[in-house]
C-alpha cells in the first residue's frame, strides 16, 4: 500500500516567518494529495489540495507544491500568524478502482507552532 | 447541516468491556471512515465502508468490529476493550467517486480511555 512520510515532525517559526512543511509518498498511482489541519481538541479540516496534474497551487497565505517525478509535496505557509498553530496532515489518494479507492493515507502529522 | 457528528466524546472502560461508537453524517456521503489517532502516529485507518451494507478493514482493524446498516450512520463497536485501545477515535465522510478527487470531512473525535 500506499506510505506517507511527513517531517518535520515539530516546528516552531516567529510570528510573519514562512513555515514549510514535505511529504513524500510510494505509490505512484497517488494523483489526490490533500492537506489537513487539525486544531487542538477538533477533527481534521482540509486546507489545500493539489491533483497530480498540477504542479503549484496557491490559497492566499497557503500554496502546495508537487513533484511527481521525486514523489514529493509540500505545504508552504507564508506571513505566519499566531492562529495558524496547529497540526499538520499530508494525505496521498492512489486513483486505481480497486480496494484502495476512496482511501487516504495520512503521513504522521506535523505540530507548528507560531510564537508571537 | 450538522456535517459528521460523534457520539459520545468522551468515555473511559474497563479492561474488557464493550462499546459502541456512533458516527452519523447528514451529506449523503457514500464513503464513511473509522480512524484512531495516537501521538506520533498521525491518523491510522481503522475500517471503512464504500456504501450502506458493505464494510472493509483498514490497516489496524484487529479487536474492532463496524457496521453500516443506514447510509447515514456507521458505527464502531469494541467487544472487549484493552488498553492498548486507548486514543481519540474520528469518523469521517467523503462524497462517491467519480475521480479520484476524495475530500474527507471529519467528526469532532472521541477521546476513549481503557484502564
Known amino acids: 500500500g500506499e506510505n506517507v512520510e511527513q517531517h518535520p515532525s515539530t516546528l516552531s517559526v516567529q510570528e510573519g516567518d514562512s513555515a514549510v512543511i514535505k511529504c513524500t509518498y510510494s505509490?505512484?498511482?497517488?494523483?489526490?494529495f490533500p492537506w489537513y489541519k487539525q486544531e487542538l481538541g477538533k477533527g481534521p479540516q482540509l486546507i489545500i489540495d493539489?491533483?497530480?496534474?498540477?504542479g503549484e497551487k496557491k490559497d492566499q497565505r497557503i500554496a502546495v507544491t508537487l513533484n511527481k517525478t521525486a514523489k514529493h509535496f509540500s505545504l508552504h505557509i507564508t506571513e505566519t500568524q499566531p492562529e495558524d498553530s496547529a497540526v499538520y496532515f499530508c494525505?496521498?489518494?492512489?486513483?486505481?478502482?480497486?480496494?484502495?479507492?476512496?482511501?487516504?493515507?495520512f503521513g504522521r502529522g506535523t505540530q507548528l507552532t507560531v510564537w508571537p | 447541516n450538522a456535517g459528521v457528528t460523534q457520539t459520545p466524546k468522551f468515555r473511559v472502560l474497563k479492561t474488557g468491556q464493550s462499546m459502541t461508537l456512533l458516527c452519523a453524517q447528514d451529506?449523503?456521503?457514500?464513503?464513511m471512515y473509522w480512524y484512531r489517532q495516537d501521538p506520533g502516529m498521525g491518523l491510522r485507518l481503522i475500517h471503512y465502508?464504500?456504501?450502506?451494507?458493505?464494510?472493509a478493514k483498514g490497516e489496524v482493524p484487529d479487536g474492532y468490529n463496524v457496521s453500516r446498516l443506514k447510509k447515514q450512520n456507521f458505527l464502531l463497536g469494541l467487544e472487549s476493550a484493552a488498553p492498548s485501545q486507548t486514543s481519540v477515535y474520528f469518523c469521517?465522510?467523503?462524497?462517491?467517486?467519480?475521480?479520484?478527487?476524495?475530500?474527507?470531512?471529519f467528526g469532532p473525535g472521541t477521546r476513549l480511555t481503557v484502564l
Open positions: 451529506m449523503n456521503h457514500e464513503y
Open positions: 494525505a496521498a489518494s492512489p486513483s486505481d478502482r480497486g480496494s484502495t479507492l476512496g482511501r487516504l493515507y
Open positions: 505509490d505512484s498511482a497517488s494523483n489526490y
Open positions: 465502508s464504500v456504501g450502506e451494507g458493505t464494510t
Open positions: 469521517a465522510s467523503s462524497y462517491l467517486l467519480g475521480s479520484s478527487y476524495n475530500e474527507q470531512f
Open positions: 493539489i491533483r497530480s496534474n498540477v
